[in-house]
């Protein structure tokens, strides 16, 4: 990198659709498309291979019908990303655990209503020499081919550079829009009565692109999610709170904007919900384990877990050099020591709870660096629900009872803490 200043690179590389090809019509669902009974059908992947070597590497993609997209290489590590309107993703399974040429590996799923993704491992740099959408013809489907070039390390910085320079430009004038924005993050809500009980975010893990550790066919985003629409059931079930979702669905949710509507929601508590895995040949490790931020890690297990945690955005495609750096500054130093004490209060009392109803790891209380944790005013934990890389956790995990009566304990502490907090201090906002 040139210099440390922010560099427009998450539209880098942007290669519209060829404006020979009608685009019309095949860009994101739209709500407002007549079809009262039955939802907009999606464009069908239904095929996606590689070909070539470490020289040139060749993505296709089949589709039933053409879709806007775009495709942008991102640095540290080396991906491509590929984006594109939502479509319903009919892949054989293990399509791109294995990769080819320049691809080491490739993975897909949504990434915002709205929006696609395709996040390709690369071996090292490469340029994008051609994308391009083709209409079926002679009993073929319609087609997306990438294709990739092996470049060195000074012309991948170079091409980088000159797309942020472009993409400042609209590339197409009259290009559609590719993607819906982002509904995660709310907006400002127009004249609703407000409601004035305390906020409970409830974060589950990962989504989309992003499936976080996985033990066989169980990932850990769809058993995080599980839990999540469980915790956030019982929690509304008291009508003390109103409970915000960072996501509902298998969708991928970048960290900060996780910890953007914890504190746009003016949070009383954050809850983030992940499961771990040791890593191989480390041994055996299981129950749950509760983190909370500190810039040191307690231990080296904490440390690798926040690492493995925070590496999220990579896998998902986000691009981290746009993405808005720690503020040092002192008020949010203070108010962050602050939300920390409440943090380290909660995380206690949520251990005194959750011990009662489910295994809890030998060294239960942790902290690391987590990024998700990082909202400098809403106390905030996570919460790792205990290892699919172990039988008797991973049993738990997808079961149903054991579900509601971790949910049900975790909605205990959460009472308790919130009971003592907004007794003290009234409402945050
Ligand atoms: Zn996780």
Redesign the pocket.
Same mark, same amino acid.
């Given at each position: 990198m040139t210099s440390g200043t922010k560099q427009g690179l998450l539209l880098g590389r942007a290669l519209l659709c060829a404006a020979a090809l009608s685009c019309a019509g095949t860009g994101p669902a739209r709500a407002d498309e007549q079809a009262p009974m039955t939802a907009p059908s999606l464009p069908i992947v239904s095929d996606a291979r590689l070909a070539g070597d470490t020289k040139q590497t060749r993505f296709v993609l089949d589709l039933d019908k053409p879709v806007a997209f775009r495709a942008f290489a991102l640095p540290n590590p080396y991906r491509v990303v590929l984006d594109m309107g939502q479509v319903s993703f009919r892949l054989p399974t293990g399509v791109g655990v294995n990769g080819r040429g320049l691809v080491r590996a490739f993975r897909y799923g949504m990434v915002m209503p709205g929006g696609s993704r395709f996040v390709f491992d690369l071996t090292g740099p490469v340029r994008i020499t051609s994308a391009k959408m083709m209409e079926a013809a002679n009993g073929q489907p319609a087609r997306l081919v990438l294709e990739l070039e092996e470049v060195d390390q000074a012309a991948f910085t170079e091409a980088l550079n000159q797309d942020a320079a472009l993409a400042l430009k609209p590339a197409v004038p009259d290009a559609p829009p590719l993607i819906t924005p982002p509904q995660t993050v709310p907006a400002a809500k127009p004249a609703q009565p407000v409601d004035p009980r305390p906020v409970v975010v409830v974060d589950p @893990?990962?989504g989309g692109v992003d499936n @976080?550790?996985q033990s066989g066919s169980e990932a =850990?985003k769809n058993v995080?999610l599980a839990f999540g629409i469980a915790l956030r059931d019982r929690l509304e079930k008291s009508g003390k709170y109103r409970v915000v979702m960072t996501r509902s669905d298998d969708t991928f949710i970048p960290l900060n904007d996780r910890v953007k509507i914890a504190h746009d929601e003016k949070a009383a508590l954050f809850v983030s919900i992940?499961?771990?895995a040791l890593p191989k040949g480390e041994g055996d490790a299981q129950g749950a384990t509760i983190y909370t931020l500190s810039d040191k890690a307690s231990d080296a297990e904490a440390q690798r877990l926040a690492d493995? =945690?925070n590496r999220?955005d990579a896998i998902g495609g986000v691009n981290l050099t746009d993405e808005p750096t720690d503020v040092a500054d002192i008020l949010i130093d203070l108010a962050q020591r602050e939300t920390r004490t409440f943090s380290n209060r909660f995380a206690r009392t949520l251990m005194g709870e959750m011990k009662t109803s489910t295994r809890m790891h030998k060294n239960p209380l942790k902290s690391a660096g987590f990024r998700v944790l990082k909202a400098p005013d809403v106390p905030s934990v996570l919460v =790792?629900l205990g290892y699919v890389s172990n039988k008797g956790d991973m049993e738990h995990l997808v079961s149903d009872g054991w579900r509601s009566k971790t949910a049900a304990s975790m909605a205990q502490a959460i009472d308790a803490f919130l009971a003592k907090r907004l007794a003290t201090a009234g409402p945050s906002n």
């Open positions: @893990g990962h @976080g550790t =850990e995080v992940h499961a771990d493995a =945690e999220a =790792e």
